[in-house]
C-alpha cells in the first residue's frame, strides 16, 4: 500500500483533472495512503468545476479551495492530445490554427493559470506535480510530428521551471516538479501506436507520488520520468 512519507501526518491533496484515468487513480492512490487527511478532485465535473479552456473557471476554483489550503500535495493531470476534431498533426500541413489554439489552451495556458491561482495554496513543504509528456523534450525529438501537443508540453516545462525558480524565491522548502509518466492506458494514449505496451494508470500513478515523494527541493523545477531519471529538455 502507498503510503507517502515526506508531505505530513495529515496532508491535504488536491488533484486536477480527477476525471481522467491518471487523475482518477492519484485520488484513489491517496485515498488509501493513511497518512492522506483529505482528497479534493477538481474537473469540468466537480463543484466547483475548472475547466482550463474558461480562465474565469480557474481563479474561481481556486477560491473557493482556498478554504482547506494549505495543500501538502497539488497533482495536476488533465491534458489534451485529441478530441472530435483534433488528431495530432503527421506534418506541417495538417496544422490548423484552431487546433493549435485548443491544444496550447489545455496544455498550456491553462496550466500557466493553475501555477498563478494554485501554487499560492501549496503548503510552504509541500509538492506539485503537473503531468507533462517526454514527447514535449526538445532533445529527445527523434520521430518529428505531433506538432501542437509536443510544442504545448514544451512550453508547459518552461512554465513550470520559470515558477519553480520564483517558488524557490518565497518557499524555498517546497518543490514543483513536471513528470513524464510513461504510456498509460487512458482515453488519450488509447488510438496511437504504443498503447499496446502502456501501463495500467493505478501502477503509473503510484509510480509517480513515488517520484514526488523522493524528491528534495533541490529538484524543483525538474522533468522528471515516472522511474525517477531525469528527462533532457
Ligand atoms: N496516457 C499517456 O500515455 C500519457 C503519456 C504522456 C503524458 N500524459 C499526460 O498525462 C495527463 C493525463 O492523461 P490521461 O492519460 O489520464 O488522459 P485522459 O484519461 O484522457 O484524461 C485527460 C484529463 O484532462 C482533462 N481535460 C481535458 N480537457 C480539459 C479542459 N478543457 N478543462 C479541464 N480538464 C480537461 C479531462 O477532463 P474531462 O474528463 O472533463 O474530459 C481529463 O480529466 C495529460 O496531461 C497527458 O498529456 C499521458
Request: proline share 5%; aromatic share 6%.
Amino acid at each position: 500500500m502507498l503510503s507517502l512519507q515526506s508531505l505530513g501526518d495529515h496532508y491535504h491533496a488536491l488533484v486536477i483533472g480527477s476525471s481522467g484515468a491518471l487523475g482518477q487513480a492519484f485520488c484513489d492512490a491517496l485515498r488509501a495512503d493513511p497518512h492522506c487527511a483529505l482528497v479534493t478532485e477538481l474537473s469540468r465535473a466537480t463543484t466547483p468545476h475548472l475547466d482550463l479552456e474558461n480562465p474565469s473557471s480557474i481563479a474561481e476554483a481556486a477560491h473557493e479551495l482556498a478554504g482547506n489550503a494549505p495543500y501538502q500535495l497539488i497533482v495536476h493531470a488533465a491534458g489534451l492530445l485529441h478530441r472530435q476534431g483534433i488528431q495530432p498533426e503527421k506534418s506541417l500541413a495538417a496544422l490548423e490554427a484552431e487546433v493549435l489554439q485548443a491544444v496550447f489552451q489545455v496544455n498550456t495556458l491553462g496550466p500557466a493559470l493553475i501555477l498563478r491561482d494554485f501554487l499560492p495554496l501549496l503548503d510552504s513543504r509541500g509538492a506539485m506535480a503537473l503531468l507533462s509528456a517526454k514527447v514535449g523534450s526538445i532533445g529527445d525529438n527523434r520521430l518529428g510530428g505531433w506538432y501542437a501537443y509536443r510544442a504545448s508540453k514544451a512550453a508547459l516545462n518552461m512554465l513550470i521551471k520559470t515558477a519553480a525558480i520564483e517558488l524557490a524565491r518565497q518557499r524555498p522548502q517546497a518543490r514543483l516538479l513536471s513528470l513524464h509518466p510513461g504510456t498509460v492506458i487512458s482515453s488519450l494514449s488509447q488510438p496511437f501506436r504504443g498503447a499496446a505496451a502502456a501501463r495500467p494508470a493505478e501502477q503509473a500513478a503510484r509510480e509517480l507520488l513515488g517520484v514526488i515523494d523522493r524528491s528534495v527541493p533541490a529538484d524543483s523545477g525538474g522533468f522528471f520520468s515516472y522511474n525517477g531519471e531525469r528527462i533532457e529538455w
